[in-house]
T-cell receptor
Framework: QKEVEQNSGPLSVPEGAIASLNCTYSDRGSQSFFWYRQYSGKSPELIMSIYSNGDKEDGRFTAQLNKASQYVSLLIRDSQPSDSATYLCAVTPYSGNTGKLIFGQGTTLQVKP | NAGVTQTPKFQVLKTGQSMTLQCAQDMNHNSMYWYRQDPGMGLRLIYYSASEGTTDKGEVPNGYNVSRLNKREFSLRLESAAPSQTSVYFC???????????????FGDGTRLSIL
């Protein structure tokens, strides 16, 4: 079992729709969760961080965390073609405060005009 | 505000050659990391440095060495390059050190390395 799992996609949504990206993780002790966006040929860029159960909203992005189900998701409202990218879920393992992250393989999102 | 700077951006090596990838951050971060990214494999941690003066192995350390030169700089060395080390290498940093929750990592632009 992979430590952080994401559906590789591609996930295709029409412009203006809600894109829902999902991630599951295996380490129950994980405390910190991040979503990164990576455009083709570019470096990962932080979109959201979430540390407690529930929803966290930032503009068109909402991160959702459910520690009991070991599940974290990212919703993108009013999707735009510029949102087309690979979205990486990252989780800190329960191994002390080293800052290490375990990344999922990423989900490729395609927003069609 | 430069953030995390990596050099070089591109490099082609022959099998057996050595080289050092450089990384520097200007955010006064304690922790620094080296990743490699291969198609279908995601980002895999090679080495990390939780604080100045310490380094630890990550998921895929074989064939690499690192040096935390000072708080700003963290270099990655390939002693004898192999075609399997062809990849995109990313350096990252984060503000760690005694916090209850981990802080996000900030990435450099990457080094695209090809080994023939």
């Amino acid at each position: 079992q992979k430590e952080v799992e994401q559906n590789s996609g591609p996930l295709s949504v029409p412009e203006g729709a809600i894109a829902s990206l999902n991630c599951t993780y295996s380490d129950r002790g994980s405390q910190s969760f991040f979503w990164y966006r990576q455009y083709s040929g570019k470096s990962p860029e932080l979109i959201m961080s979430i540390y407690s159960n529930g929803d966290k909203e930032d503009g068109r992005f909402t991160a959702q965390l459910n520690k009991a189900s070991q599940y974290v998701s990212l919703l993108i409202r009013d999707s735009q073609p510029s949102d087309s990218a690979t979205y990486l879920c990252a989780v800190t393992p329960y191994s002390g405060n080293t800052g290490k992250l375990i990344f999922g393989q990423g989900t490729t999102l395609q927003v069609k005009p | 505000n430069a953030g995390v700077t990596q050099t070089p951006k591109f490099q082609v090596l022959k099998t057996g050659q050595s080289m050092t990838l450089q990384c520097a951050q200007d955010m006064n971060h304690n922790s620094m990391y080296w990743y490699r990214q291969d198609p279908g494999m995601g980002l895999r941690l090679i080495y990390y440095s939780a604080s100045e003066g310490t380094t630890d192995k990550g998921e895929v350390p074989n064939g690499y060495n690192v040096s935390r030169l000072n708080k700003r700089e963290f270099s990655l060395r390939l002693e004898s390059a192999a075609p399997s080390q062809t990849s995109v290498y990313f350096c990252a940093s984060s503000e760690e050190g005694g916090r209850a929750f981990n802080q996000p990592q900030h990435f450099g632009d990457g080094t695209r390395l090809s080994i023939l």
